[in-house]
Nanobody
């Protein structure tokens, strides 16, 4: 089977920071590319960041570029999302999942994911 387990969310004030963690196991270990998605109430799920196996190649949505940093520790089967200078528009449930080994967001939206973890809630509010 396999598991995706997200953690690290919480409530922060605008300008604050959070670090999200994603633990992968089972069949998800074979995927070279991993990404962080988020879904706000009433909105579609969107890809915010992605990273290839080597850790050196990354993608960021324009809305988070310069504020978020994705990283991974393959030895620990972990993927992280460092989020700085958070604003209310970042409020959402954040999920991790696999994607194609190419950092082209349109290809990531073509993937039919058959499993999602429980996600972790990030709320930015004063």
């Amino acid at each position: 089977q396999g598991q995706l387990s997200e953690s690290g969310g919480g409530v922060v004030q605008p300008g604050g920071s959070l670090r999200l963690s994603c633990e992968t196991s089972g069949r998800f270990l074979r995927f070279a590319a991993m990404g962080w998605f988020r879904q706000a109430p009433g909105k579609e799920r969107e890809l915010v960041a992605a990273i290839l196996w080597n850790g050196a190649n990354t993608y960021y949505a324009n809305s988070v570029k310069g504020r978020f940093t994705i990283s991974r520790d393959n030895a620990k089967n972990m993927v992280y999302l460092e989020m700085n200078n958070l604003n209310p528009a970042d409020t959402a449930v954040y999920y991790c999942n696999h994607g194609p080994p190419i950092l082209e967001p349109s290809r990531w939206y073509e993937v039919e994911h058959d499993f999602w973890g429980q996600g972790t809630q990030v709320t930015v509010s004063s």
